[in-house]
């Protein structure tokens, strides 16, 4: 079982995240691709001390980049969309 700081990479602010969390009190963060949503959301009651009601995952696969003459390909990536309950409020500087 990975730790809570593997789980969680980072949080993604986005228009549209900002809006999601303005609106329907919901927070996105980027995760390990091989994280699952019980994992997620431990992590994210303990890190952050919220209470969780829901948690939404997206996979994503990495785009093919060129550099120079060689083609690389960017990491895959998971999206996880955490639906806080009703009285609770997260806060990113």
């Known amino acids: 079982m990975m730790s809570i700081y593997d789980v ?3 949080p993604l602010i986005t228009e549209k995240a900002v809006d999601m969390k303005e609106k329907n009190n919901q927070v996105s963060f ?3 691709p091989k994280a699952n949503k019980k994992e997620i959301k431990n992590a ?3 890190l952050f ?3 969780v009601k829901d948690v939404k995952t997206m996979n994503f696969k ?3 980049k060129r550099f120079g003459l060689n083609i690389g ?3 895959d990536w ?3 969309v955490v639906m806080l309950e009703d009285d609770q409020k ?3 500087v």
Do not use: M, N, T
């Open 8 to 10: 969680i990479k980072k």
């Open 30 to 32: 980027s995760v390990h």
């Open 44 to 46: 994210v009651e303990e």
């Open 49 to 51: 001390e919220v209470k």
């Open 62 to 64: 990495g785009k093919k």
């Open 73 to 75: 390909r960017r990491d």
């Open 78 to 80: 998971k999206k996880a």
């Open 90 to 92: 997260l806060e990113f």
